[in-house]
């Protein structure tokens, strides 16, 4: 039916959105209401992705501000996103691409609502609690359903971390805000970041932490692990490997 969502379900309460590997949204289902959290690319209506799903109400949860994450809330009335993100959102609807997607649909970006930590959205049976984490960017948030003991992270915990855009915090204070939430290791089992295809361990936590505290002590150089060259569509800058996969930080410098 789509030629690029492709629609998987994780268990009876969660269904994961892949849009053509580049990114990923959930749709998390509960007695009275569902939530879509993060919308991707925008290139095909997310909504009637959704709609062969459920038919229950919907709400909206951006987890941050990049292009990848909220271009699809063209096919939704409104959407949650922190407001420190706000001017990071303006910035990427600039981009021509998302100028070209509301020209051929005839649709725009509809109007974002405010949410903050500790906010909870009630699905029926099934509740999401914001968890501030800025880093990735400044209004990063995650989300724990705690009935299923699953921590959404949109871009902010992944196995490939951005950190060197302009609108990332220093790594020192990503470093702090992340030792803050240590205690979802108590309250979630597994991790739904913004490019997975299935379920991590929250184990994932505790790597990502121990791989920025590495980068802060070493500055990107020790006995075992040297940094390299990382190109991207802005430039180049450094990788940080962590954890015992493929993992790694992207940086510019160490502060």
């Known amino acids: 039916m789509f030629e690029r969502i492709k629609i998987k ?7 994961l959105l892949d849009d053509n590997g580049e990114a990923t949204g959930y749709l998390v289902t509960g007695k009275e209401k569902a939530a879509v959290i993060d ?6 209506d997310v909504h009637k992705a959704v709609r062969t799903i459920t038919d229950l109400p919907l ?12 271009f699809g809330n063209i096919y939704f009335d409104q959407a949650y996103m922190n407001p420190l993100d706000l001017p990071l959102a303006a910035e990427q609807m ?8 509301c020209r051929k649909t005839g649709l725009s970006m509809p ?10 959205f009630d699905l029926g049976g099934l509740t999401l609690e914001v968890i501030a984490l800025p880093g990735h960017t400044h209004g990063g948030i995650c989300l724990l359903l705690k009935q299923n003991r699953v921590l959404f992270t949109g871009d902010s915990i992944n196995h490939h971390l951005w950190m060197q855009l302009d609108e990332c915090l220093p790594i020192s204070g990503f470093y702090e805000n992340m030792k803050k939430i240590a205690f979802v290791k108590d309250k979630a089992d597994f991790i ?20 920025v505290k590495d980068l802060l002590e070493s500055g990107g150089k020790d006995d075992e ?3 390299y060259e990382y190109k991207w569509f802005k430039g180049k800058c450094k990788h940080h490997p962590f954890g015992t996969g493929e993992s790694v930080i992207c940086y510019k410098t160490v502060r």
């Open 39 to 44: 919308t991707m690319n925008g290139i095909e």
């Open 192 to 211: 739904l970041h913004g490019h997975a295809q299935s379920f991590d361990s929250i184990t994932l936590y505790d790597e990502l932490l121990l791989g």
């Open 59 to 70: 709400v909206l949860i951006n987890t941050h501000g990049h292009c990848d994450h909220i």
């Open 94 to 101: 600039k981009h021509k691409e998302f100028i070209e997607i």
């Open 9 to 15: 379900q994780l268990n009876e309460h969660i269904h």
């Open 225 to 227: 692990v040297f940094d």
């Open 111 to 120: 109007p974002f609502k405010p949410v903050a930590d500790k906010d909870v």
